[in-house]
């Protein structure tokens, strides 16, 4: 069996997250949704998505066995049973929508005259907003610490730690420390990456996931759902976030209900709304539409692209998106959506040139011992190129 991931319709509705990678690489829960299929389905796993993406991202197509799954759909134990007995012209829908099929012709992409059949899974998790990524993020923590941790067994938390709750909803993997930190996983399952560190005067409030080689600075407070990828430094508050890989938060200041992508960096006491004063639904900017969209969310704070940083004591509104290598900072709110390559803040933005940007993220990446490939260049200069249209400044 072979899976491909394809991107939903539309894939605009998902940047900037998607502007840089499939949205079959998105993390929710502990995983990342490919992660997920992997380790369900124990198959390779490969997406379909949208040059130059796709080019750093192959995609697997075999003439037989390949099933085309859609991206924004995380699976259950149900479902990843339900596709292995579909046969060529077979598919499966949920709420009437196509999520996965078995093609006549897999190389030509013909979806038309399937035979479907409906999921006997009860209620899937679907990605069909950005906003989706962080209120999923609870249920999506607890299927991940069940696939996980099945079968192994969890290094003792040290005992001058405080845990509340059940200790079979914690999972530390090896290399981890804690240090004097309380953890409560009365509110759900913490699970603690390999060589993670939390440092002392933690509390941390499950669901929470710590991608490997991540840390928790001194003092920090968390609060479930949130999840960090690989290496990763978070301190402050935070609450109901997806922090993806290599991204850092790490000062005193509030992050809720927002998804970072990589390569970010919040400064130090930098805060963001969550809440509209007046308690109204919350819109985002999209790029499907080039307007802002209601979310049918009362609580949605900060969605960020990929190598976008703020200076110290950035303030930001309810429902802002930050798009990708952005550099904010000064006094006041900027926008609710900052265009791709912005430079600057409330008193004004101007282009942030793309040799700049090459510059400070190859700077960046260097420190986790990575470098820019000409591959990111690549992505990063079409996105360049693409976005243009917003930097009327």
């Not at 134990?77 to 292995?84: C, G, P, V």
């Not at 696939?147 to 938390?157: A, H, W």
Request: a negative charge.
């Amino acid at each position: 069996m072979n899976i491909v991931l394809i991107d939903p319709p539309a894939r605009e509705r998902f940047y900037p997250l998607a502007s840089t990678r499939p949205v079959g690489a998105f993390r929710v829960g502990i995983l990342t949704i490919k992660e997920k299929w992997e380790h369900y389905c124990q198959c390779p796993v490969s997406y379909k998505t949208t040059e130059p993406i796709q080019e750093k991202y192959p995609c697997t197509i075999t003439e037989t066995g390949t099933i085309f799954i859609n991206a924004g759909v995380c699976p259950t134990a149900i479902l990843a049973e339900e596709i292995k007995y579909l046969k060529p012209g077979d598919a499966i829908k949920y709420q009437g929508d196509l999520i996965a099929a078995v093609l006549e012709a897999p190389l030509k992409f013909n979806f038309l005259g399937l035979t479907f059949f409906d999921t006997q899974s009860e209620e899937l998790s679907v990605i069909n907003q950005l906003s989706d990524i962080f209120t999923l993020n609870d249920k999506e923590i607890r299927a991940d610490f069940q696939i996980l941790t099945s079968g192994k067994t969890s290094l003792p938390l040290p005992s001058h730690n405080t845990l509340i709750g059940d200790v079979s909803q914690l999972f530390i993997e090896e290399g981890a420390t804690i240090n004097a930190s309380i953890i409560n996983t009365q509110t759900g399952p913490v699970y603690i990456g390999k060589h993670c560190e939390i440092m002392e005067g933690c509390m941390v409030r499950g669901p929470f996931a710590m991608g490997a080689h991540s840390v928790l600075k001194m003092g920090a407070k968390i609060y479930g759902a949130t999840s960090l990828g690989v290496e990763c430094r978070v301190g402050g508050e935070v609450n109901n976030c997806v922090i993806f890989s290599y991204s850092n938060k790490g000062h005193d200041g509030f992050l809720g209900n927002s998804v970072l992508g990589e390569w970010c960096n919040i400064g130090a006491d930098s805060n963001n709304s969550n809440l509209k004063n007046n308690y109204a639904e919350v819109k985002l900017w999209s790029y499907k539409t080039d307007k802002f969209e209601y979310t049918r969310l009362q609580f949605c704070g900060l969605i960020m692209g990929d190598h976008s940083k703020c200076g110290i004591n950035t303030m930001f509104n309810t429902g802002t998106v930050v798009g990708v290598a952005c550099n904010i900072f000064g006094a006041g709110f900027p926008r609710n959506f900052v265009p791709d390559f912005s430079w600057g803040g409330a008193q004004g933005m101007e282009v942030y040139p793309i040799a700049k940007v090459f510059e400070v993220a190859e700077l960046v990446m260097q420190r986790r011992h990575l470098s820019l490939t000409d591959m990111d260049k690549k992505i990063l200069t079409h996105l360049f190129e693409e976005t243009a249209k917003y930097r009327k400044f």
